[in-house]
C-alpha cells in the first residue's frame, strides 16, 4: 500500500487553497479529484465576486471566514498577478419600505466588522450610475472581481511548487481506519489504496457523499446534500453600469442582480431552482421572470435582450425553505475520527473565504495559522 501524509478530496478553490496551505507548511500531499480538471464544478460557474460579507449572520463561520478572507484575498491577486478589481457594488431600494430596510443592512454589516459602506440618496446613487432607477442605495467599496480560474491555477502552482501532487480522473471510493492511519481506496484507470494520516474532505457538492463512504463516521455528524441551481443570463447589449448592481434582499435569497466579470461583460441572476441531480441546462424561457425583476432598477432593459450564460449549483446542507445555513466545518472535536476533516456546505462566500478556510482546517490538523 502506498503512503501520504495528507490526502485532499476535491480540486475546487476551496482543496487546491487547502493543499497549497498544507504543502506550504512542509506536508506531503496528494489531491484526488475525479474530475480532468480542477475547479470544473462550483468553483467555475459562479460570478467570480470578492464579497465584503454584508450579509452573513454575526459570528458565524462565513462572517468569519469572509471578513479574514477578502484582504487575504486581494493581497494574493497582487502579489501573483491575478486579474481583479475592486470595484463596488450598489445594493440598491426601489421602493420606500425597501429604502427603510438599507439601513438595518448597513448596520448588521458594521456590527461584522465591514468597512467601505456608505448611504447614498437615489440622487448620489444616480450620479454613480446615471441609469440607475432606486430610492436609495448602499455603496460597499470593498466588494470586487476576480478571474476565479486564474486564481485557481495560481494556488495549483504554488501547492506544486511546495510539492504538493495531483491525482485527475481519480475518484474517491472509501476510507477505513486502520493502525492509526486511514485506508483510501481511490478509482480511475490507476486505481490503487493509498494510506495517510491526515484525510480532507473538500468534495463540495459531493462532500456529504465522500463522508458517508468513509467508514467509522456517524451518520448523525453528515449533513444531508441538497443542490440549489443558481441559472444566470447575459445581455446582447451592454449594461450602461460600472459597479456591481443588488436590489435589497429578499426572503430566500438576494434577488436577481448584475454582476460583470474582468471583460466588462454583464450576467443576471439568479433564478434559482432546487434540483435532484447535476444538471446545468439553462432554459431560455425562464428569461421572462428577470424582466420585471431587472426593470424594476433599470428600466431602460431592452425586450428579448437576454440570453442564457450559465448556471451553477451550490452545495446547500439545509431544505428549500430554511432561509441560511453556515459552513460546516468538522474536524475530530467534532465526529471523533481521528484524522478526518469534513467540508459541508461551502456555497458562496467560498471563493472570497478560501485562504482564510485554508488556514482554518491546516490550524485544526495540527499545523499552525
Known amino acids: 500500500m502506498e503512503k501520504t501524509d495528507c490526502i485532499v478530496v476535491g480540486a475546487g478553490v476551496i482543496g487546491l487553497a487547502v493543499a497549497r496551505q498544507l504543502a506550504q507548511a512542509?506536508?506531503?500531499?496528494?489531491v484526488v479529484e475525479a474530475a480532468s480538471a480542477i475547479g470544473t464544478m462550483t468553483s467555475s460557474r459562479n460570478s467570480e465576486v470578492i464579497h465584503a460579507g454584508i450579509y452573513y449572520a454575526r459570528d458565524s463561520l462565513m462572517a468569519r471566514m469572509c471578513l479574514e478572507g477578502?484582504?487575504?484575498?486581494?493581497?494574493?491577486?497582487?502579489?501573483?498577478?491575478?486579474?481583479?478589481?475592486?470595484i463596488g457594488k450598489l445594493i440598491v431600494a426601489t421602493t420606500a419600505p425597501e429604502a427603510e430596510r438599507v439601513e438595518g443592512i448597513r448596520a448588521r454589516a458594521g456590527a461584522n466588522g465591514v468597512e467601505g459602506l456608505r448611504l447614498l440618496s437615489a440622487t448620489e446613487a444616480r450620479r454613480l450610475e446615471p441609469a440607475l432607477d432606486c430610492r436609495a442605495a448602499l455603496f460597499s467599496s470593498a466588494t470586487g472581481i476576480l478571474d476565479s480560474h486564474a486564481f485557481m491555477l495560481a494556488l495549483q502552482g504554488d501547492a506544486e511548487a511546495d510539492g504538493a501532487a495531483f491525482a485527475?480522473?481519480?475518484?474517491?471510493?472509501?476510507?477505513?481506519?486502520?493502525?492509526?492511519?486511514?485506508?483510501?481506496?481511490?478509482g480511475g484507470t490507476a486505481a490503487m489504496t493509498l494510506s495517510c494520516r491526515l484525510l480532507v474532505n473538500a468534495a463540495g457538492l459531493h462532500a456529504p457523499e465522500v463522508a458517508r463512504n468513509i467508514a467509522g463516521l456517524a451518520p448523525e455528524h453528515i449533513p444531508p446534500a441538497f443542490f440549489a441551481k443558481g441559472n444566470y443570463f447575459s445581455c446582447r447589449v451592454r449594461p450602461p453600469f460600472s459597479h456591481l448592481i443588488y436590489?435589497?434582499?429578499?426572503?430566500?435569497?438576494?434577488?436577481?442582480?448584475?454582476?460583470?466579470d474582468m471583460a466588462g461583460e454583464a450576467r443576471f441572476g439568479p433564478?434559482?431552482?432546487?434540483?435532484?441531480?447535476?444538471?446545468?441546462?439553462?432554459?431560455?424561457?425562464r428569461a421572462a421572470r428577470f424582466y420585471p425583476a431587472i426593470r424594476r432598477y433599470w428600466p431602460d432593459l431592452p425586450e428579448h435582450a437576454l440570453v442564457p450564460?450559465?448556471?451553477?449549483?451550490?452545495?446547500?446542507?439545509?431544505?428549500?425553505?430554511?432561509?441560511?445555513?453556515?459552513f460546516v466545518i468538522q474536524g475530530p472535536d467534532?465526529?471523533?475520527?481521528?484524522?478526518?476533516?469534513n467540508l459541508f456546505g461551502i456555497e458562496s462566500p467560498g471563493l472570497?473565504?478560501?485562504?482564510?478556510?485554508?488556514r482554518y482546517v491546516a490550524a485544526i490538523s495540527g499545523v499552525p495559522r
Do not use: N
Open 247 to 260: 436590489p435589497v434582499p429578499e426572503p430566500g435569497g438576494l434577488g436577481v442582480h448584475l454582476t460583470l
Open 352 to 358: 472570497t473565504s478560501s485562504l482564510a478556510i485554508a
Open 334 to 341: 467534532q465526529h471523533g475520527l481521528d484524522g478526518v476533516i
Open 309 to 326: 450564460a450559465y448556471s451553477g449549483i451550490r452545495p446547500k446542507i439545509v431544505p428549500p425553505g430554511v432561509a441560511t445555513q453556515d
Open 168 to 186: 485527475f480522473q481519480a475518484p474517491f471510493l472509501g476510507a477505513t481506519a486502520r493502525h492509526g492511519r486511514l485506508a483510501c481506496a481511490i
Open 70 to 86: 477578502r484582504p487575504a484575498l486581494y493581497r494574493y491577486c497582487r502579489e501573483h498577478g491575478v486579474p481583479h478589481r475592486a
Open 271 to 285: 433564478d434559482v431552482e432546487w434540483i435532484d441531480r447535476e444538471d446545468y441546462a439553462v432554459d431560455p424561457a
Open 26 to 30: 512542509g506536508r506531503e500531499v496528494i
